[in-house]
């Protein structure tokens, strides 16, 4: 790290701090076009009412509202944490038109009778008719700013560009908890993918059909600056976080082959042990000579020793700190 | 670095500290006024009864042959547990989740919050993992050399995984600032098979090795941070701490008879080497709500070897823009660049059991340093409802340093051009499509393609109320010309095929009745040119062929409210083969029986959850799993296992 980049990181860092600053208080664009913006303000010519008077006489959706209320957005939404406020009418629109033709006394009479008022829900936002772009800008109005970070590169991640919105995996009136349970991951993401369920179905997989394992030990769905979703900034440092023993740097290294796991391993599954591509010897065949094949006179036995398994004796492949025997790298040691 | 990250992260809370005081004076003014004042008293935690649920029960297992029948449970009777716990009671907000297999199988998923000042999470993943003693075969035992020596006949490996995640954040009052803590630590705990070479270590007196091996491997990586939004920006910086340590157990030591390069002795063997390192983060991005959307990261790692000294600092760079000119187009741009700067010992030497060090002649081969720039383009159009168009291109370029040391290109870059498609034809039924095109030029190893093309396409299809049906199939060809040998440079050709099909179809039959099936074809086919030591020519158009079906059916069905009853079958068939043309390897045993395979596992397991009475159900479940070894080929690593769990179990709910 020479001196010249930490300078010019400082700097950097510096330059938006000031910025930020100097706009934190500033009147923010709330969508990216105008389309969008009245996709998402629903109808122009409705009021807001606020949630008590959607829900006073309905108690269809009280569980809804008791949930939303005690999840994390209800309880930071407090006037006092000076946060926006968020309530129903935030997602489904202003709600004045739901319920014009809606008296206290209709309210009353269809009690009476047994039965649930009905709301004009027609006049209200689609959400799940919206375009997936839309949907997220829902969610992301609010969520630009996010404790978790999560979101750092969720707009240019393969899900955002793949036309995959933040309502097909969340659903935000499911509990109080809006975080998606470790053993509900799985099932969430093989819905879709599917090809990946089959391969945890091989001879050697991760353990994540048995539950052990999920697929956010490996991945992050909201996006990374890196293809295939994965949690750190390369394959290495992802797999290195369970694997720490296969890290390095080494004295001996295998080239850089080690810098790239899926050269040699399957993470999903493989019909090959300990999730290898290709079984060995034909692995390592295909970028390495093979041993003699016909000078120990052509018995079964150097053939037994040289061309079953190439990591029964060249069993540090991923690198090592001693030499071979020979005072080489051939990770026998 | 860790200096100025500290500074910054104090910068950002002294930054909002000052505007959050700001933003309380701007709400004293506004209550002044009356305003905001109705939203306040309007909010008011709702009450809600804790909920929990409790489960005891017992597993009962049996096993034969291979434990590789049931890979990832620990095989042995034990009662069991599982509980769930909600409870909000404003401020406090607690779930917890806890399922007990038995002491070495368990997980634990603890979410804590006050307020919206702090919030906590810690999971726990405690798990089996049974592994195999691998025999080695000796061909010929009257034979003096390529002797087999096995030391740990009939022991039985496993290790447990245990995974602690934790996390702490905690929130400025009143203000978007946060300060986090997350904790990561993998410990692995157990026995596994070690084989390796003995004798002499060297090509004059082979011996192949197989023992016990103990481990106590812990991973361990800490970080801390802190993020906030400055208006316009959201920052994050943060600190990573990572270690590796081996415990005890660093080396296996074992007597080797003397060869060309050293004297007999003790030596060490298989080392596992401790490792250190630390990052440095910074993550910048805008609002997402504008037409333009950036993000930046940057990062400073180091590594350290701690057994050698081997060093390697990371620096790398990150950028993504999206731009939305229209709600029907957008592009997106991502640019990384990674310099990897790595630094190894020049000498090579061992130490003996007794402190005697043998120094070899000759240098050791420098690690590669190298530089990695990745860019890519996205367009995205929508020209309908319904139908998108994606066009992506990806530039990659590596720069390696020293690799004419290894026989590597000096650059390898690589260009990805796709093309897909999605397309609503009518309500119900969605169809996809993507081509992708890869042209490297000078690639390193012989794995990567000059040239590659890959073709998907998916059906998602909706027939009728409760059909829902999925097809996908993807084919992949990669072509290689100019394959390189370290010794013999004749090899040209590698070309490899690999197909996907995936089927499958859900059908509620009745209202109590539904029914899901699942077919996969998966097909990896390699012709390759291959050489040996000792043979002149090419083994020409070597075929390697993989091939695995896997099958599966199950049924759900609720007879009555109170029942619940769940079946599944499902099996994967799988088979490798691989057949070298030359005769010298062929006879008199082939070397294509040592990887030769067809394996079958068959999986059934039936479940029953029957509610009682007073909220509380009773349950059975019974899986039972099957590997056959079909060939029974005494020179692979496959064995036969079968194994079954049955578990009987009493749940009570309070609501």
Redesign the interface.
Known sequence: ?NTL??IF??L??LI??V????????V??????K??EQLLLGRLDANYI???NCLSSCHYHDKI??DF??S?M??????????P?VNCESCHGPGSLAIEEITPEKVEKDAAAGKQTACKNETFINLKAL?P?AQS?MC??C???????N??????GIHA???VSCYNCHNIHAG??L?T???DVRDMCLKCH??Q???F???SHH?VM????TCT?CHNPHGT??EGLLIE??VKETC??????K???????H???N?ECM?CHSPHGS???NLL??????LC????????????A????????Y???C???H??IHG??????????RF?? | ?RK?IFI?IS??FI?NKV?AS??EDD?KMLEELGI??E??A?????D?KPEAELMLGYRFVGVSGSKKAF???YLKDYPVFDGHL?F?K??H?L?L?L?FNNNK?Y?S?V?Y?Y??LL?T?W?D?T?Y?NL?N?E?????PS?L??EVDIKDSDVRYGVI?D?HNAML?L?TP???A?LYLKI?Y?MKDGKFQ????SG???FDN?Q?TTQERDID???A?YEIGA?S????????LAHID?R?D?GMDE?LFDN?TA????SAGT???????E?KGSSNL????S?????L?A?A????KE???E??G????I??G?????W?P??RL?F???Y?H?D?D????AT???TDINGSVTT???S??P??S?TTDTFSL?G?Y?PETGV?L?AKYRYENID?DKAAD?G?QDTTRKNTFSLSA?LRVIKGFDLKTEYIHKAIVQPS???EPDYSDKGIASISWIPAAGINL?L?Y?IAKEERDDLY????RNAKD?NTKTE?L?G?GTFQLRNNLSLTT?Y?F?R?K?R?D??????ASTDND?P?N???H?Y?ASLNYIPIDKLNIFALI?Q?K???E?IPG?Q??L???S?AS??K?K?T?TTYRLSADYECMNSFSCSLEFQDNN?NDVLDNI?D?NQDGHAYIIMLSLKKKWL
Not at chain 1, 19 to 26: L, V, W
Not at chain 1, 28 to 33: D, E, N, S, V
Not at chain 1, 210 to 213: C, R
Not at chain 1, 240 to 245: A, L, N, P, S, W
Request: with cysteine; glycine share 4%.
């Open positions: 790290m980049r930490k990181l400082f950097f860092i938006m701090a910025y930020g600053c100097e706009t934190i208080k500033s923010k664009q709330i969508m990216p076009i389309e969008y606020g949630t008590n509202r008791r209320e005690a994390t209800g309880a930071q939404m407090s006037e006092k944490t000076h946060l406020l375009p772009q800008l992301l109005k969520h630009a700013e996010n404790a978790s970070f979101l750092h590169n969720w707009n240019t560009v793949n036309d109080v908890s975080i349970k470790r053993k599917q090809t369920a089959a391969e179905s091989l001879p353990p048995e539950k052990k394992l030990d600056s890196k900034d390369t290195t976080r369970c694997h720490g023993e890290e390095g740097p080494y004295a001996f290294e080239a850089d082959v810098d050269a019909v090959n042990n591509k290709v079984s060995e010897p034909f065949l295909q970028c390495h000579h093979g041993h003699t094949t016909t000078s120990d052509v018995t079964k036995k150097s053939k037994g020793a061309y079953t398994r990591t029964d004796c069993s540090q090592t700190d001693i030499p071979s025997a020979s005072g080489k790298g026998i040691n | 670095m100025i910054l910068l950002l930054v505007y700001q933003e709400q905001g004042q939203a306040q309007a909010y008011k935690f709702p809600i890979e990832y449970e909600d909000f404003y401020p907000r779930r989740d399922d199988d997980q998923d979410n919050a307020g919206d919030l999470r999971f993943t798990f993992h195999d691998i080695l075969i000796d061909l010929d034979s050399n390529y995984t995974i954040r929130k009143n203000f978007p946060h990561l993998v070690q084989r390796s070479l002499s270590g060297y082979i192949r491997w812990t991973t990586i993020n939004h400055l208006g316009h920006a959201e920052v994050e990572k590796f081996v080396a080797y060869n060309a390069f050293r030596f060490p063997h298989n080392q596992v080497s490792l910074i993550n910048i991005h609002n997402y709500n504008e037409s959307v993000s990261t940057f990062s400073i590594r350290e070897n057994a050698s081997a060093k390697a600092d620096y790398q990150a950028g993504s823009l999206q939305t229209l709600t957008s997106f741009m991502n990384s990674i990897v790595a630094d190894n010992p090579a030497s061992i070899y002649p000759g050791v081969i690690s590669i190298k996205t995205r929508n998108t994606r390696r290894w590597l999605g190893y012989n794995n999925l996908n993807s040998f370290s010794e013999t590698r996907n995936m499958s699942s996969a998966i990896y390699i390759q291959i050489v040996y030591g000792d043979v070597v390697y993989e091939m695995a896997v599966s499902s994967t799988s088979t490798v691989f030359s010298d390897l006879n008199p045993v070397i040592f990887s395979q394996v596992e590997v020179h690593d």
